[in-house]
Structure formats: structure tokens, C-alpha cells
């Protein structure tokens, strides 16, 4: 073992394991965390050379200062030995590393590049095992860490290893420390290895020394090598000032480069600032700011000193903390002067534009103008994150404080509105005169401002009246801010409990507008505004309109405004068609609310496997561009499906752990959402005065559970609670209320709802004819609905000793609640369907019940015929994991081949197959 590694034997170990595992195909990821100096580039050398050992290909990326800010900088060092030996059998993957890498103009998302990337090295890892090597992952670009994030999830099914390593104190934010990847510390040596390696790098030290040197160091092995360097004499060490580890070994540095000649010293900061590698421009640079011919021969003394090496070629620091130490110590006016040489000699313009960005003092628009370009390019690119970091830049050095807000705005609205004001956008605000803003900017500030306040659904009546106001007096300077100040509170709109001046504002300002009657746009605001209202506009709109006729954009508005409007069997076609639309794009963002309310649509319809699906999939995207809110929301709706299928303590734990996490928020409409949970928990456990009491609160204006929009969603669980209660006239006046609102919308789901229960609440000598008229209702499209309505049905013919009648509608609620998991209901028409003189044998559970989410979308996909990197493609993992996956599903359904596959599939749902999301 290289003295280097002594100590590091139980890191070793760990490495040695999981190359192994990704050597037999089982492949993950590993972060060394440490402070600097302490080892993790030794350690990563180390995992490299193993590798090579046991057959592996190597690729290695390093995070620099100078290159953080430069998209897919380190994305690129990575991938470039593979680039040219790997041709990917979809394009798409070709295109996107074209445009992320700078080689083409095609619009990207990071996404598509994650996958392209995943793609890349999955691919060539069928030759021979990969491990990827990232260091300084502190420093590497965001849009590189990102990236490789995206990847490090994707690798248990492939034999690819990523190890990456970084300084503990400096991943706040990091995607990659964010992700599945193990994390290794990297802890000082301890004494006795210490002491073995003090010896090794400076024998003969006087004892005093070596026992203040071994105490200085606090078994950092660059402090063992480096600080007896820094000893002329014995009392030197004793009169160490007492700093931190760290700020002691800079400061050695700084010392020793501090003692170099002017011209090596300039030298040094040019290597430490200049983010290119070319000898000549970074020799022309020290030039110009010396005003004297530069060679590389200035850089002998700072060899001699121990501040630089050689490595394959190429001259670089021997530590980041020289690098650190250089840069730190210049003066200001120097390091803009050597910005300032860079900029004149960058042979691209996004170079020259960044270093020029550097060396300005002050505000400069021209500077602060090209930079607003370059965040556009790099969002083209996929690169939101650098984009943002360049916006702000551009704020900060724009004189005028319009363009900084308009810049400001830029920067966060690349998240979509609702994202938390971030201090730039204050500073923005606080630099521009109020008075001198548009309002409608201004009150696109003051929603970004409150977005994330606790009382943003109390507060919302006062907030949206507001927004209604300027939209109706200003919305004819400019239709297309006005349009997109609406959109931008139209969700808030909907989850919000509104009054109705709120709502009647809201629609006045809609109109304004100059959209066609049409529009997808105006059809899901008014949807969102006032579903009930403008209900039966909405449902016209949506006549004769197919999904994937229009826009991503269109099906996605469509679908949300049929959602709202409770014509859920339209609403996931639409949002299906946008959800693929999204998937394609790689827009993860908005994927992850649609994927919620989706999850939401299908839990309604008794579409239980979609539900799963799309749950799943939108838990799985928080953190890769999906929002913890929608993905608890989404959470709720599996709960509920999970309540159905017998699941109800798993429910009831989830119901608990989200409200409890709602503390602080005040009327949100996620606690309606836990009402439900609860109150189909409570029927599933046969618990159904529990379940009114959840369910009530849903419809109590004065509680807190109330959501006037959302409580149609738990109408038929309410009803069938008060009938096994017993307590129907605790829920009439409710009953005719939602009628005479489904009479006047239209709405299909409360048409539905109503009409199924509406025999419960018959008088005796009419309860026969309002179940035919029920029956004849229409139902087919709404399982869960009509499942009631026969259950009730032939529970009451029973009742009149009308049992051999009674087995036709039991039997068809037993089923329909069988098929599609509903244990308890399953269970209680078995039960009538004894009472009324038919064996009925035990409960089967639904093949698709025993398949885990990411396994049903698997199974959707293999069923209409794509191949294994197609599905990949489709969910964005590699083929690999689509394979192994499959291996999974076809015993669990039972089947040997993809055309038994697919007839499982179909027959699921009564035909509807899974309706992947």
C-alpha cells in the first residue's frame, strides 16, 4: 500500500466492495467527504487503480473554481473518452449531448441530458465495467452535478460505479449530496498512522518538533507533508499561531508563493482564475498584465517550492488549497487586471463574456446585457441553474433598476411563478422606484413575495382580488403579461376556498382578454377560477376535442380544466397525452404536478393500478425537479387506494404524517385531501362512524378541512358512511345541495355521485323506482359510483326478502369491488350475497396488485409493444433496469411472454389497461 494510504485501510475495503458489486452488474455510487487535505484524492486514485485491476474502464472529471460557472463543464471531461466509441440507437440521445455539450443550437432540457448521458454510459459499460471518477465535486458545475445526480439513481441495475468526492462543509444545495449516493467520511489519521506517515515524508525531525508537528497536523495527511516543508528552525513550528487546519496550511502556501518573483506569482494567478488550458493564451495573459514577455520558464520557482507538478503534460496546482491560496491572496485591482487580459484573449464569446463580468467594478450595461444572453443560451441547454447564477450577475452590474427586476424576474421565473422570493429579487425591488414599475410587474412581485407565506390559501380572497384589479385596468397595455399573471395564480385560485366577489373579479378580469372562446388557456382558467359557474361553459369547450391533437401545452390545460370540472374519464386522456409530452421534453417540473393530479383523476375512477403508477412516479421525481408538495398530494391518493385494497394502517399513517407536517400551513387543501384518506380508511376498516366524522369535516365550511372545490371528490365515501351509520339525515340537506350543483354545472363526477346515492335517501315507496332510475343513470364510466349503487341495491332488495333478485346486483358489486382490490367492499357484498343464498369463495387478490409502481408502468409499456430502451427511454432509466424489472413481473402475473403480457394488461381495468401515467 502506498504511504499515501496509510491509515485507509477500512476505506479501501469499501471501495474494494462496491467495485465488486458493479463489476456483477450492481452498480450505485460512493461520496468521500472529508476536509481538505485529509485524503479523498489519494483515496479516489486508489479506486481507480482497483478498477483498472479488475478490467474496468476509468473516466474522470474535476471540479474547479474557474469552471464552476461553466455548464457541463465537467460533463464534458467526463464523457469525451466515450463520446466518439458509443453510437446510441436513439437519436435523441446524440442530440441532447450535442446541445448540452455546446455543439449544437437544438433546445435541451437537463433531463433529456441525464438521460443521454445515463444512456452513454450504460452503453458502454455492456463492454466493460465502468467506474466514474469526480472530484471536487464542490466546485463542479451544476449543470455536471445534476447530471450525474440524475445518473448515480439510475446504476443498480448496471455495472457502473460512480465515486465522487467533496469537502464536507461545502455541499449545501449539491444535487450529488442529495442523492443515493453512499456517503463515505474521510476522518484524519489517527495517531499511530500519523506518526508512521510524518516519518515517512520528513526522518530525523528533532522529537519536540515531530510532537508539535503530529499536534498541528490533527492527523491531516497534506498538513504531515506540507507543514515540515515550512520549518527552517525548531522554535518556527513552536510559534505557529493557533489557527484552524486548514487556514494554516493556506496560509503556508501563501507563504511560499508570496516569496516568489513577480512574474511567477502573476503567473500562478492567471493558472488559478483562467478556465482554459491552452499554454499560450495563459503565458499572453500574464504578458500583458506584467507589460513584459512571459515564458514558461517563470513557473521553475514555483515548482521548486512545492506549489506545482506536472501531471500527464500539463502543469497544475499540487492542491486546491494552493490554487485557494494564490487567488485569496492577490490584490483586488490585480485580479481584475488579469480578468480583464483573459477577457481579450478568450477565443469564445461566453469565456470573454465571464471574465469580462469579472473584472467590472460597478454597473455596466453592456457587460450585464451579455450576460442576460448567455443565461438564455444556457437555459437552451438545459442549464437553469447556471442560467439564474449568470441573471444575477447581470443584476448586479444593470444601472438601470427596470432591467435589473425585469433580469430578476428572469431568474426566478425560469421555476415557474410561485417559486419563494429569493434576496436578488428583493434587492431588485428595493433598487427600482415603486412608483415607476409597471403594475402588473408589481404585482407579479408581490405574489413571488407571498408564494410561500403560511396564509397564502387564507390570504388568498385578498391577494387574487388584487391581481383581478390590475389584470381588468392594466390587462390592455399588455395581454400577454396580463394572460400570464393569471395563469400564474389560477392553481391558487382553485385550491383556495374563494368567495364569491373573488370569484366573480377574477372572471371579469379573464374576459378582458382577447382569447377565443376556444382557447385551452381560457378554458382551464375559468376551470380553476369557477368550476362550478363556469362548469358548463368549460364542458362545452371540451366537446369534440381529442387528446394529442393540439399541444403538450393544450392537453395539459385541458385535462386540468376537465379535472376541475369533474369530467375525469376526459381528464386522463388529456392528461395522460401531456404527461407523455412532458416525459419527452424532459420537463420534470411540470411533470410532477400533472403526474399528482393524474394519480388523483385515476384514485377517483377506481383506477387503482394507474393511481400507483402515477403516484409513484411523481414521489420518485422530488429532488429531480419535482416539488414535495405535489408529491405529497400525489402520496394522499395512493393512501387512498391503499385504504381500499385493506391497506389501512400504512393509510391512516400517512394521513397522520402529512397533517402533521401542515402545523403551520392554514386552510390547505392538502388537509381535505387527509380527510379522505381517512374516512375510506375508516370504511375499510368497517369502522363508518369514524369515517363520517373525516369525511364531514370536508363539508364543514367553518373547519378546517373545508375545500369548496375539492369536496365533491369524497361525496360517494360520505353517503355510503351515513347509510351504514345509519345516519342519512345527517347528510340530506348535503345531498340536495350537491344535486341542485350537479343539475346546475353539468358536472359529470357530481351527476354521478348524486344519482347513485340518491336511493338512500328515497322514501320508503320509492326507493324502488329511484334505484332503477339510478341504474339507468348512466354509470359505466364511474366504477366506484355504480359499485355503491349495487351494493346498496341488492343489499336493500334483500332486506324486502327479494333474495333471489338480490344476487344479480351483489354479485355484479362483488365483482366490480374484486377486481379492482376493494377488499372490505368485496367482502361486504360477499356477505349480502350469503344472506341471500350464494356461496361466494375466498377473496383473489388482483394479479396487478402485487406489481410495485415503476413494475406496472413497465408492464403498460412492454404490453403495447415497445422495447426495452424504448420503455427506458419512456421512464427514463436504463434498458438494463427495464429488463430486470420484467424479470420481476412475469412471474407475478403469472406469465411466460409479452403477448400474455399484454392480454393481462388488457384485461385489467375492464379493458382500460393500466393507463400509465
Same mark, same amino acid.
Given at each position: 500500500?502506498?504511504?499515501?494510504?496509510?491509515?485507509?485501510?477500512?476505506?479501501?475495503?469499501?471501495?474494494?466492495?462496491? /467495485?465488486?458489486?458493479?463489476?456483477?452488474?450492481?452498480?450505485?455510487?460512493?461520496?468521500?467527504?472529508?476536509?481538505?487535505?485529509?485524503?479523498?484524492?489519494?483515496?479516489?486514485?486508489?479506486?481507480?487503480?482497483?478498477?483498472?485491476?479488475?478490467?474496468?474502464?476509468?473516466?474522470?472529471?474535476?471540479?474547479?473554481?474557474?469552471?464552476?460557472?461553466?455548464?457541463?463543464?465537467?460533463?464534458?471531461? !467526463?464523457?469525451?473518452?466515450?463520446?466518439?466509441?458509443?453510437?446510441?440507437?436513439?437519436?435523441?440521445?446524440?442530440?441532447?449531448?450535442?446541445?448540452?455539450?455546446?455543439?449544437?443550437?437544438?433546445?435541451?432540457?437537463?433531463?433529456?441530458?441525464?438521460?443521454?448521458?445515463?444512456?452513454?454510459?450504460?452503453?458502454?459499460?455492456?463492454?466493460?465495467?465502468?467506474?466514474? /471518477?469526480?472530484?471536487?465535486?464542490?466546485?463542479?458545475?451544476?449543470?455536471?452535478?445534476?447530471?450525474?445526480?440524475?445518473?448515480?439513481?439510475?446504476?443498480?441495475?448496471?455495472?457502473?460505479?460512480?465515486?465522487?468526492?467533496?469537502?464536507?462543509?461545502?455541499?449545501?444545495?449539491?444535487?450529488?449530496?442529495?442523492?443515493?449516493?453512499?456517503?463515505?467520511?474521510?476522518?484524519? !489519521?489517527?495517531?499511530?498512522?500519523?506518526?508512521?506517515?510524518?516519518?515517512?515524508?520528513?526522518?530525523?525531525?528533532?522529537?519536540?518538533?515531530?510532537?508539535?508537528?503530529?499536534?498541528?497536523?490533527?492527523?491531516?495527511?497534506?498538513?504531515?507533508?506540507?507543514?515540515?516543508?515550512?520549518?527552517?528552525?525548531?522554535?518556527?513550528?513552536?510559534?505557529?499561531?493557533?489557527?484552524?487546519?486548514?487556514?494554516?496550511?493556506?496560509?503556508?502556501?501563501?507563504?511560499?508563493?508570496?516569496?516568489?518573483?513577480?512574474?511567477?506569482?502573476?503567473?500562478?494567478?492567471?493558472?488559478?482564475?483562467?478556465?482554459?488550458?491552452?499554454?499560450?493564451?495563459?503565458?499572453?495573459?500574464?504578458?500583458?498584465?506584467?507589460?513584459?514577455?512571459?515564458?514558461?520558464?517563470?513557473?521553475?520557482?514555483?515548482?521548486?517550492?512545492?506549489?506545482?507538478?506536472?501531471?500527464?503534460?500539463?502543469?497544475?496546482?499540487?492542491?486546491?488549497?494552493?490554487?485557494?491560496?494564490?487567488?485569496?491572496?492577490?490584490?483586488?485591482?490585480?485580479?481584475?487586471?488579469?480578468?480583464?487580459?483573459?477577457?481579450?484573449?478568450?477565443?469564445?464569446?461566453? =469565456?470573454?463574456?465571464?471574465?469580462?463580468?469579472?473584472?467590472?467594478?460597478?454597473?455596466?450595461?453592456?457587460?450585464?446585457?451579455?450576460?442576460?444572453?448567455?443565461?438564455?443560451?444556457?437555459?437552451?441547454?438545459?442549464?437553469?441553474?447556471?442560467?439564474?447564477?449568470?441573471?444575477?450577475?447581470?443584476?448586479?452590474?444593470?444601472?438601470?433598476?427596470?432591467?435589473?427586476?425585469?433580469?430578476?424576474?428572469?431568474?426566478?421565473?425560469?421555476?415557474?411563478?410561485?417559486?419563494?422570493?429569493?434576496?436578488?429579487?428583493?434587492?431588485?425591488?428595493?433598487?427600482?422606484?415603486?412608483?415607476?414599475?409597471?403594475?402588473?410587474?408589481?404585482?407579479?412581485?408581490?405574489?413571488?413575495?407571498?408564494?410561500?407565506?403560511?396564509?397564502?390559501?387564507?390570504?388568498?380572497?385578498?391577494?387574487?382580488?388584487?391581481?383581478?384589479?390590475?389584470?381588468?385596468?392594466?390587462?390592455?397595455?399588455?395581454?400577454?403579461?396580463?394572460?400570464?399573471?393569471?395563469?400564474?395564480?389560477?392553481?391558487?385560485?382553485?385550491?383556495?376556498?374563494?368567495?364569491?366577489?373573488?370569484?366573480?373579479?377574477?372572471?371579469?378580469?379573464?374576459?378582458?382578454?382577447?382569447?377565443?372562446?376556444?382557447?385551452?388557456?381560457?378554458?382551464?382558467?375559468?376551470?380553476? /377560477?369557477?368550476?362550478?359557474?363556469?362548469?358548463?361553459?368549460?364542458?362545452?369547450?371540451?366537446?369534440?376535442?381529442?387528446?394529442?391533437?393540439?399541444?403538450?401545452?393544450?392537453?395539459?390545460?385541458?385535462?386540468?380544466?376537465?379535472?376541475?370540472?369533474?369530467?375525469?374519464?376526459?381528464?386522463?386522456?388529456?392528461?395522460?397525452?401531456?404527461?407523455?409530452?412532458?416525459?419527452?421534453?424532459?420537463?420534470?417540473?411540470?411533470?410532477?404536478?400533472?403526474?399528482?393530479?393524474?394519480?388523483?383523476?385515476?384514485?377517483?375512477?377506481?383506477?387503482?393500478?394507474?393511481?400507483?403508477?402515477?403516484?409513484?412516479?411523481?414521489?420518485?421525481?422530488?429532488?429531480?425537479?419535482?416539488?414535495?408538495?405535489?408529491?405529497?398530494?400525489?402520496?394522499?391518493?395512493?393512501?387512498?387506494?391503499?385504504?381500499?385494497?385493506?391497506?389501512?394502517?400504512?393509510?391512516?399513517?400517512?394521513?397522520?404524517?402529512?397533517?402533521?407536517?401542515?402545523?403551520?400551513?392554514?386552510?390547505?387543501?392538502?388537509?381535505?385531501?387527509?380527510?379522505?384518506?381517512?374516512?375510506?380508511?375508516?370504511?375499510?376498516?368497517?369502522?363508518?362512524?369514524?369515517?363520517?366524522?373525516?369525511?364531514?369535516?370536508?363539508?364543514?365550511?367553518?373547519?378546517?378541512?373545508?375545500?369548496?372545490?375539492?369536496?365533491?371528490?369524497?361525496?360517494?365515501?360520505?353517503?355510503?358512511?351515513?347509510?351504514?351509520?345509519? =345516519?342519512?339525515?345527517?347528510?340530506?340537506?348535503?345531498?340536495?345541495?350537491?344535486?341542485?350543483?350537479?343539475?346546475?354545472?353539468?358536472?359529470?363526477?357530481?351527476?354521478?355521485?348524486?344519482?347513485?346515492?340518491?336511493?338512500?335517501?328515497?322514501?320508503?315507496?320509492?326507493?324502488?323506482?329511484?334505484?332503477?332510475?339510478?341504474?339507468?343513470?348512466?354509470?359505466?364510466?364511474?366504477?366506484?359510483?355504480?359499485?355503491? !349503487?349495487?351494493?346498496?341495491?341488492?343489499?336493500?332488495?334483500?332486506?324486502?326478502?327479494?333474495?333471489?333478485?338480490?344476487?344479480?346486483?351483489?354479485?355484479?358489486?362483488?365483482?366490480?369491488?374484486?377486481?379492482?382490490?376493494?377488499?372490505?367492499?368485496?367482502?361486504?357484498?360477499?356477505?349480502?350475497?350469503?344472506?341471500?343464498?350464494?356461496?361466494?369463495?375466498?377473496?383473489?387478490?388482483?394479479?396487478?396488485?402485487?406489481?410495485?409502481?415503476?413494475?406496472?408502468?413497465?408492464?403498460?409499456?412492454?404490453?403495447?409493444?415497445?422495447?426495452?430502451?424504448?420503455?427506458?427511454?419512456?421512464?427514463?432509466?436504463?434498458? =438494463?433496469?427495464? =429488463?430486470?424489472?420484467?424479470?420481476?413481473?412475469?412471474?407475478?402475473?403469472?406469465?411466460?411472454?409479452?403477448?400474455?403480457?399484454?392480454?393481462?394488461?388488457?384485461?385489467?381495468?375492464?379493458?382500460?389497461?393500466?393507463?400509465?401515467?
Amino acid at each position: 500500500m502506498p504511504s499515501s494510504l496509510v491509515g485507509r485501510t477500512a476505506e479501501i475495503a469499501v471501495l474494494a466492495e462496491a /467495485i465488486a458489486r458493479a463489476d456483477a452488474g450492481h452498480g450505485g455510487g460512493l461520496l468521500l467527504t472529508g476536509d481538505p487535505g485529509v485524503g479523498k484524492s489519494a483515496l479516489l486514485d486508489a479506486a481507480a487503480e482497483q478498477a483498472r485491476q479488475r478490467g474496468a474502464r476509468v473516466l474522470r472529471c474535476v471540479g474547479t473554481p474557474s469552471e464552476s460557472d461553466r455548464p457541463y463543464a465537467g460533463l464534458r471531461r !467526463l464523457l469525451t473518452p466515450v463520446l466518439g466509441t458509443i453510437e446510441a440507437p436513439l437519436p435523441a440521445t446524440r442530440q441532447a449531448l450535442r446541445a448540452a455539450l455546446g455543439d449544437s443550437d437544438e433546445p435541451v432540457t437537463a433531463h433529456r441530458v441525464g438521460l443521454a448521458a445515463l444512456q452513454l454510459l450504460t452503453d458502454a459499460a455492456q463492454r466493460a465495467p465502468l467506474t466514474v /471518477i469526480a472530484d471536487d465535486v464542490q466546485w463542479l458545475d451544476a449543470a455536471s452535478c445534476h447530471v450525474l445526480a440524475f445518473v448515480v439513481r439510475r446504476l443498480a441495475d448496471d455495472p457502473v460505479l460512480m465515486v465522487a468526492a467533496a469537502r464536507a462543509g461545502d455541499l449545501g444545495g449539491n444535487p450529488l449530496a442529495e442523492s443515493q449516493l453512499r456517503v463515505v467520511p474521510v476522518n484524519p !489519521l489517527d495517531e499511530h498512522a500519523a506518526a508512521v506517515l510524518l516519518d515517512a515524508r520528513a526522518p530525523g525531525l528533532p522529537p519536540l518538533v515531530r510532537e508539535h508537528l503530529l499536534n498541528a497536523a490533527e492527523g491531516n495527511p497534506l498538513a504531515l507533508t506540507e507543514l515540515p516543508l515550512a520549518i527552517r528552525e525548531e522554535r518556527d513550528i513552536l510559534a505557529t499561531p493557533a489557527l484552524p487546519l486548514t487556514e494554516r496550511l493556506a496560509r503556508s502556501f501563501g507563504d511560499r508563493a508570496a516569496g516568489l518573483p513577480v512574474a511567477t506569482r502573476t503567473l500562478l494567478l492567471v493558472m488559478a482564475v483562467n478556465d482554459g488550458d491552452t499554454v499560450a493564451e495563459m503565458l499572453a495573459a500574464a504578458s500583458r498584465v506584467t507589460g513584459t514577455p512571459t515564458t514558461l520558464d517563470e513557473l521553475a520557482p514555483a515548482e521548486r517550492a512545492g506549489l506545482i507538478r506536472t501531471v500527464s503534460g500539463r502543469l497544475v496546482f499540487r492542491h486546491p488549497l494552493v490554487r485557494a491560496a494564490v487567488d485569496r491572496s492577490a490584490a483586488p485591482d490585480l485580479r481584475r487586471a488579469v480578468h480583464a487580459a483573459l477577457a481579450d484573449l478568450a477565443g469564445d464569446e461566453e =469565456r470573454r463574456v465571464r471574465h469580462r463580468a469579472a473584472a467590472t467594478v460597478g454597473t455596466d450595461e453592456e457587460v450585464a446585457a451579455s450576460l442576460e444572453r448567455l443565461a438564455v443560451r444556457a437555459v437552451r441547454r438545459g442549464a437553469g441553474f447556471t442560467a439564474e447564477a449568470l441573471l444575477e450577475r447581470s443584476v448586479t452590474l444593470s444601472p438601470d433598476p427596470h432591467d435589473a427586476i425585469r433580469r430578476a424576474l428572469a431568474a426566478v421565473s425560469g421555476h415557474g411563478y410561485g417559486r419563494p422570493a429569493t434576496p436578488l429579487l428583493r434587492l431588485a425591488i428595493e433598487r427600482a422606484d415603486p412608483a415607476a414599475v409597471d403594475p402588473m410587474t408589481r404585482c407579479v412581485l408581490e405574489m413571488l413575495t407571498r408564494a410561500e407565506t403560511p396564509d397564502r390559501f387564507t390570504g388568498a380572497p385578498a391577494a387574487l382580488t388584487h391581481v383581478a384589479r390590475v389584470v381588468s385596468r392594466h390587462g390592455a397595455t399588455d395581454p400577454a403579461k396580463a394572460l400570464r399573471l393569471l395563469e400564474s395564480v389560477g392553481n391558487l385560485a382553485f385550491l383556495a376556498d374563494l368567495d364569491e366577489p373573488t370569484r366573480t373579479a377574477l372572471l371579469a378580469a379573464l374576459d378582458t382578454l382577447p382569447l377565443e372562446p376556444g382557447d385551452p388557456r381560457r378554458t382551464t382558467l375559468m376551470a380553476q /377560477i369557477s368550476p362550478w359557474e363556469r362548469g358548463p361553459a368549460v364542458l362545452a369547450s371540451l366537446a369534440g376535442r381529442r387528446p394529442g391533437d393540439a399541444t403538450t401545452e393544450a392537453d395539459l390545460a385541458l385535462g386540468l380544466a376537465a379535472l376541475f370540472v369533474g369530467a375525469l374519464p376526459t381528464a386522463t386522456g388529456f392528461l395522460r397525452s401531456g404527461i407523455d409530452g412532458l416525459r419527452s421534453l424532459g420537463n420534470f417540473a411540470n411533470l410532477s404536478w400533472a403526474l399528482a393530479y393524474q394519480a388523483w383523476a385515476c384514485a377517483l375512477l377506481a383506477r387503482h393500478p394507474a393511481t400507483i403508477a402515477a403516484a409513484g412516479e411523481c414521489t420518485r421525481l422530488t429532488g429531480e425537479g419535482g416539488t414535495p408538495r405535489w408529491a405529497m398530494g400525489a402520496a394522499l391518493a395512493e393512501a387512498a387506494v391503499s385504504a381500499r385494497r385493506g391497506q389501512v394502517a400504512p393509510a391512516h399513517a400517512l394521513a397522520d404524517r402529512t397533517e402533521a407536517t401542515l402545523t403551520d400551513e392554514r386552510a390547505t387543501p392538502l388537509v381535505a385531501l387527509v380527510q379522505l384518506v381517512r374516512g375510506t380508511a375508516g370504511l375499510a376498516a368497517g369502522d363508518p362512524q369514524a369515517a363520517l366524522d373525516a369525511l364531514l369535516r370536508m363539508f364543514d365550511p367553518h373547519g378546517g378541512a373545508y375545500n369548496r372545490n375539492l369536496r365533491g371528490w369524497g361525496f360517494t365515501d360520505l353517503m355510503d358512511a351515513a347509510a351504514l351509520t345509519g =345516519r342519512l339525515d345527517a347528510v340530506r340537506d348535503l345531498h340536495a345541495e350537491m344535486t341542485e350543483l350537479a343539475a346546475r354545472t353539468g358536472s359529470p363526477q357530481l351527476t354521478a355521485a348524486t344519482a347513485a346515492s340518491a336511493p338512500l335517501l328515497a322514501a320508503a315507496g320509492t326507493a324502488e323506482a329511484a334505484f332503477d332510475r339510478a341504474l339507468a343513470s348512466g354509470l359505466h364510466d364511474w366504477p366506484w359510483q355504480r359499485g355503491s !349503487l349495487l351494493l346498496h341495491y341488492g343489499s336493500w332488495l334483500r332486506r324486502q326478502r327479494r333474495r333471489t333478485e338480490a344476487r344479480g346486483p351483489l354479485r355484479a358489486a362483488y365483482e366490480a369491488y374484486e377486481s379492482i382490490g376493494a377488499q372490505a367492499w368485496a367482502e361486504r357484498a360477499a356477505e349480502e350475497l350469503r344472506s341471500a343464498g350464494e356461496n361466494v369463495s375466498g377473496l383473489a387478490r388482483p394479479a396487478m396488485d402485487t406489481l410495485t409502481s415503476q413494475e406496472l408502468q413497465i408492464a403498460q409499456l412492454a404490453a403495447e409493444g415497445l422495447t426495452n430502451r424504448e420503455i427506458g427511454d419512456r421512464l427514463y432509466v436504463s434498458p =438494463r433496469t427495464v =429488463r430486470n424489472h420484467l424479470y420481476n413481473i412475469f412471474p407475478k402475473l403469472g406469465v411466460s411472454s409479452r403477448a400474455e403480457l399484454a392480454e393481462v394488461v388488457q384485461a385489467t381495468d375492464g379493458g382500460n389497461g393500466i393507463w400509465v401515467t
